[in-house]
C-alpha cells in the first residue's frame, strides 16, 4: 500500500506471459493487466455508508480508486502477481473520517507549544522548555504553556534569569496553565521591547524585582501589549506545522479536515505542499474574511486540484461569539445575565453582501452563528441572497448551537447544511442550560430536530479547541455524555444520533459540505480508497467503548498513511 509506481508494467509483462494460461483459468484471472488490482483488503467488514449496514468480504483498489466490494471471492479474480493482498481478519473498515469543521495549522501551532502541564519545580520547566529550544536553529521562539507554580516547592512566581541562562540563543515564551500569566526570557523581553521603561498597561502588570527591572512575568493585559511583536513562523516553519497537524490526525482516522478561515500567506503552503506532492491529507479551505483576500480568489475562481488534495472554494464568516463566554447573540437576554444579549459581529446586509459575491463566483459560504439571534441574522442574510433554497450552493450555518425551531425549519428549508460539532456539546453541557434556559433548550444543540427537518448534519471537532479525535465525537454524537458516562442516559437524549448517521455525518455527508462527496466519504466503486481499518467494530461495541478502538491503519488514495505500530 506504499508507492505503487512501477509495478504496472511488470504486471502487465507477466500477465502476458500468462496469458495461455489465463484463457484456461479466465473466470479466476484477469484477462487484461489492467484489471488486477494493486491491493485487494480481503476477509473484512466493510461500513459502506453509502448504502446501510455492512459488506463482509473484500475491497479491492486500483490506482488509489475502490474497484471491487463484495464477496471474497470476486476479489480473488482481480488478483493479479503485483497484487498486495491484506488479510483483515475480520477486522472492520469504514470510510475515513472527515472532519466539517477544523483549523489544521492551529492544531500544528498547538502541537508546537511546549507542554508544561504538570510539570513539579521551575527547574523542569527550564528542562523541558531547553529541549525544544535544541531542536530549532537558534533565533526561533518557542512557545509553550501550562507551568503552575502552586506546584513547585516555593511557590513564588519565577524569574527569568535561570531560563535566560539555560536557553540564551532561543526568545522564550511560556504561558501559565490558567492563561492569564506568561514568563518570558531574556532573548524574548529583548525581541519584545520589555525593559524597565515600559508602563504597566490597565488591566495588566510587568513584575518587576526591588530594583524595578521586569523580572520576565507577564499578567493579564501585559501579554497583550507585547503578544502582537511575536513575529509570524517562517514558511519553513509552518510547512512543519501543517505536517505534524497532518500526522496527528491521520493517527486519529481522519483523512479529510478542513481549514476554517484561512488568511492568504497559510493558503500559500498549503499550495505549495500540494504542488510539491508532499500533501498527506486531503483539505479544504474556507477563506478567512478579508476583503482583499476575497476580492481576488472571487476574481480567479476556486481552486480544486485534480488529486482532490486540496480545495480553496469556501469563505468563512462570523455571525456572533461564543456561548461560554457570553457572546454568542441571543435574542433574548442571557438567562445568567439579564440585559445582556451577546455579540452580533456581522449584520444580516454584510453577510448577505459577501453570500452574493461569493455565490456569483462559485465559493459556498460557512457562517459561525452560535446564538439564536447570531442564527436569525444569518439566515435572513442568507435568504435575500438565495431568493429561496438552494441546496445547490451547499451553504452552512456553522456550530448551530442554539436556533429557534423556526429557524431549524428554515435551514433545512433553504438547503443551508448544519455544521456541527458533537464534542461542544458534551463540553458545553454542563453551563448551556444556565447560559439560555429551559425554553430555549429545545433548540440547542437539536441534532435529532435538524435531521427530522430535513437538514444535513455534517459533523467535525472544530479542533484545536476540541480534541481531533473522530471516535470523541462519534461517542459524544450517540451518548451524549461525557468520557466517564455523565449524566446517565444523555444531555437532552431525544437529540441522539443513531450509530449510522453520526458516521455518515463525519464522512459522506461531511464530503457533502465540502463538495466532495463525488470523490470521497464512502466505500463505494469508482471513489477514492480514503478508508480506516479498526481493530475492532466500532459500529456494534458498546457505546462506552467508542473512544478506545484502535485504528490499526488509515489509507488516502489507497496508500498507507498511517499504520499502528503493533499491527501484524
Ligand atoms: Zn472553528
Given at each position: 500500500m506504499s508507492d505503487r509506481s512501477g509495478t504496472r508494467r511488470s504486471a502487465r509483462n507477466e500477465m502476458a506471459s500468462r496469458l495461455t494460461l489465463a484463457v484456461l483459468l479466465a473466470a479466476a484471472v484477469p484477462s487484461f493487466a489492467e484489471d488486477a488490482a494493486d491491493l485487494i483488503l480481503r476477509n473484512g467488514r466493510f461500513y459502506p455508508v453509502a448504502a446501510p449496514g455492512a459488506v463482509e468480504g473484500s475491497l479491492a483498489v486500483r490506482e488509489g480508486r475502490i474497484v471491487?466490494?463484495?464477496?471474497?471471492?470476486?476479489?480473488?479474480?482481480?488478483?493479479?502477481?503485483?497484487?498486495?493482498?491484506?488479510?483483515?481478519?475480520?477486522?472492520?473498515?469504514?470510510?475515513?473520517?472527515?472532519?466539517?469543521?477544523?483549523?489544521?495549522?492551529?492544531?500544528?501551532?498547538?502541537?508546537?507549544?511546549?507542554?508544561?502541564?504538570?510539570?513539579?519545580?521551575?527547574?523542569?520547566?527550564?528542562?523541558?522548555?531547553?529541549?525544544?529550544?535544541?531542536?530549532?536553529?537558534?533565533?526561533?521562539?518557542?512557545?509553550?504553556?501550562?507551568?503552575?507554580?502552586?506546584?513547585?516547592?516555593?511557590?513564588?512566581?519565577?524569574?527569568?534569569a535561570p531560563l535566560s541562562r539555560a536557553v540564551p540563543e532561543h526568545p522564550v515564551w511560556i504561558g501559565r496553565i490558567d492563561g492569564h500569566a506568561a514568563l518570558v526570557n531574556a532573548r524574548a523581553m529583548r525581541a519584545l521591547g520589555i525593559d524597565r521603561t515600559i508602563g504597566d498597561p490597565s488591566g495588566g502588570r510587568f513584575l518587576r524585582d526591588a530594583d524595578g527591572e521586569p523580572t520576565g512575568v507577564l499578567v493579564d493585559a501585559a501579554m497583550g501589549v507585547v503578544a502582537g511583536r511575536i513575529p509570524a513562523p517562517e514558511p519553513d516553519e509552518v510547512r512543519r506545522r501543517i505536517l505534524e497537524a497532518?500526522?496527528?490526525?491521520?493517527?486519529?482516522?481522519?483523512?479529510?479536515?478542513?481549514?476554517?478561515?484561512?488568511?492568504?500567506?497559510?493558503?500559500?503552503?498549503?499550495?505549495?505542499?500540494?504542488?510539491?506532492?508532499?500533501?498527506?491529507?486531503?483539505?479544504?479551505?474556507?477563506?478567512?474574511?478579508?476583503?482583499?483576500?476575497?476580492?481576488?480568489?472571487?476574481?480567479?475562481?476556486?481552486?480544486?486540484?485534480?488529486?482532490?488534495r486540496l480545495s480553496v472554494r469556501g469563505v468563512k464568516l462570523v455571525a456572533d461569539g461564543a456561548l461560554g463566554s457570553r457572546g454568542a447573540a441571543l435574542i433574548e437576554p442571557y438567562s445568567d445575565d439579564p440585559g445582556n444579549l451577546g455579540l452580533l459581529i456581522l449584520g444580516g446586509d454584510a453577510i448577505e453582501a459577501v453570500c452574493r459575491d461569493a455565490l456569483a463566483a462559485g465559493f459556498q459560504v460557512g457562517i459561525h452563528a452560535i446564538g439564536d439571534r447570531g442564527a436569525l441574522v444569518t439566515l435572513d442574510g442568507i435568504e435575500r441572497c438565495f431568493g429561496g433554497p438552494r441546496p445547490e450552493a451547499r451553504f452552512r450555518l456553522e456550530h448551530a448551537q442554539v436556533m429557534r425551531l423556526a429557524d431549524i425549519e428554515r435551514m433545512a428549508r433553504l438547503g443551508v447544511i448544519a455544521s456541527v460539532q458533537p464534542t461542544h456539546a458534551t463540553s458545553d453541557m454542563p453551563w448551556a442550560g444556565d447560559r439560555v434556559g429551559e425554553r430555549r433548550l429545545a433548540g440547542a444543540y437539536a441534532w435529532r430536530k435538524i435531521a427530522a427537518a430535513g437538514g444535513v448534519l455534517a459533523l467535525g471537532s472544530d479542533f484545536p479547541v476540541e480534541s481531533a479525535d473522530p471516535r470523541l465525537g462519534l461517542y459524544?454524537?450517540?451518548?451524549?455524555?461525557?468520557?466517564?458516562?455523565?449524566?446517565?442516559?444523555?444531555?437532552?437524549?431525544?437529540?441522539?444520533?443513531?450509530?449510522?448517521?453520526?458516521?455518515?455525518?463525519?464522512?459522506?455527508?461531511?464530503?457533502?459540505?465540502?463538495?466532495?462527496?463525488?470523490?470521497?466519504?464512502?466505500?463505494?466503486?469508482?471513489?477514492?480508497?480514503?478508508?480506516?481499518v479498526f481493530d475492532r467494530d466500532i459500529m456494534?461495541?458498546?457505546?462506552?467503548?467508542?473512544?478506545?478502538?484502535?485504528?490499526?491503519?488509515?489509507?488516502?488514495?489507497?496508500?498507507?498513511?498511517?499504520r499502528q505500530e503493533t499491527t501484524p
Amino acid at each position: 500500500m506504499s508507492d505503487r509506481s512501477g509495478t504496472r508494467r511488470s504486471a502487465r509483462n507477466e500477465m502476458a506471459s500468462r496469458l495461455t494460461l489465463a484463457v484456461l483459468l479466465a473466470a479466476a484471472v484477469p484477462s487484461f493487466a489492467e484489471d488486477a488490482a494493486d491491493l485487494i483488503l480481503r476477509n473484512g467488514r466493510f461500513y459502506p455508508v453509502a448504502a446501510p449496514g455492512a459488506v463482509e468480504g473484500s475491497l479491492a483498489v486500483r490506482e488509489g480508486r475502490i474497484v471491487y466490494l463484495g464477496a471474497d471471492a470476486g476479489a480473488a479474480a482481480l488478483a493479479g502477481p503485483a497484487t498486495e493482498i491484506v488479510d483483515l481478519a475480520g477486522r472492520t473498515v469504514t470510510p475515513g473520517f472527515i472532519d466539517a469543521h477544523s483549523h489544521l495549522l492551529s492544531l500544528g501551532a498547538a502541537l508546537a507549544q511546549v507542554d508544561l502541564v504538570g510539570t513539579s519545580s521551575y527547574e523542569e520547566v527550564i528542562a523541558r522548555v531547553r529541549q525544544a529550544a535544541a531542536a530549532l536553529p537558534a533565533g526561533t521562539w518557542v512557545q509553550g504553556r501550562g507551568w503552575d507554580q502552586n506546584d513547585w516547592p516555593d511557590r513564588a512566581f519565577p524569574v527569568h534569569a535561570p531560563l535566560s541562562r539555560a536557553v540564551p540563543e532561543h526568545p522564550v515564551w511560556i504561558g501559565r496553565i490558567d492563561g492569564h500569566a506568561a514568563l518570558v526570557n531574556a532573548r524574548a523581553m529583548r525581541a519584545l521591547g520589555i525593559d524597565r521603561t515600559i508602563g504597566d498597561p490597565s488591566g495588566g502588570r510587568f513584575l518587576r524585582d526591588a530594583d524595578g527591572e521586569p523580572t520576565g512575568v507577564l499578567v493579564d493585559a501585559a501579554m497583550g501589549v507585547v503578544a502582537g511583536r511575536i513575529p509570524a513562523p517562517e514558511p519553513d516553519e509552518v510547512r512543519r506545522r501543517i505536517l505534524e497537524a497532518a500526522e496527528h490526525c491521520l493517527a486519529r482516522g481522519l483523512t479529510t479536515v478542513t481549514e476554517m478561515g484561512l488568511g492568504g500567506g497559510a493558503v500559500a503552503a498549503y499550495r505549495r505542499l500540494q504542488q510539491d506532492g508532499e500533501l498527506p491529507i486531503r483539505t479544504a479551505v474556507f477563506l478567512a474574511n478579508d476583503p482583499a483576500l476575497l476580492a481576488s480568489w472571487f476574481a480567479g475562481g476556486p481552486l480544486v486540484t485534480d488529486d482532490r488534495r486540496l480545495s480553496v472554494r469556501g469563505v468563512k464568516l462570523v455571525a456572533d461569539g461564543a456561548l461560554g463566554s457570553r457572546g454568542a447573540a441571543l435574542i433574548e437576554p442571557y438567562s445568567d445575565d439579564p440585559g445582556n444579549l451577546g455579540l452580533l459581529i456581522l449584520g444580516g446586509d454584510a453577510i448577505e453582501a459577501v453570500c452574493r459575491d461569493a455565490l456569483a463566483a462559485g465559493f459556498q459560504v460557512g457562517i459561525h452563528a452560535i446564538g439564536d439571534r447570531g442564527a436569525l441574522v444569518t439566515l435572513d442574510g442568507i435568504e435575500r441572497c438565495f431568493g429561496g433554497p438552494r441546496p445547490e450552493a451547499r451553504f452552512r450555518l456553522e456550530h448551530a448551537q442554539v436556533m429557534r425551531l423556526a429557524d431549524i425549519e428554515r435551514m433545512a428549508r433553504l438547503g443551508v447544511i448544519a455544521s456541527v460539532q458533537p464534542t461542544h456539546a458534551t463540553s458545553d453541557m454542563p453551563w448551556a442550560g444556565d447560559r439560555v434556559g429551559e425554553r430555549r433548550l429545545a433548540g440547542a444543540y437539536a441534532w435529532r430536530k435538524i435531521a427530522a427537518a430535513g437538514g444535513v448534519l455534517a459533523l467535525g471537532s472544530d479542533f484545536p479547541v476540541e480534541s481531533a479525535d473522530p471516535r470523541l465525537g462519534l461517542y459524544a454524537a450517540v451518548t451524549r455524555q461525557d468520557l466517564e458516562g455523565r449524566p446517565a442516559g444523555g444531555w437532552l437524549p431525544g437529540e441522539r444520533l443513531d450509530r449510522e448517521e453520526a458516521l455518515r455525518g463525519f464522512t459522506l455527508d461531511a464530503a457533502h459540505s465540502l463538495f466532495l462527496d463525488d470523490e470521497v466519504g464512502s466505500l463505494e466503486v469508482g471513489k477514492r480508497a480514503d478508508l480506516v481499518v479498526f481493530d475492532r467494530d466500532i459500529m456494534a461495541v458498546p457505546a462506552a467503548e467508542i473512544p478506545r478502538v484502535g485504528i490499526d491503519m488509515t489509507l488516502v488514495d489507497g496508500r498507507t498513511a498511517f499504520r499502528q505500530e503493533t499491527t501484524p
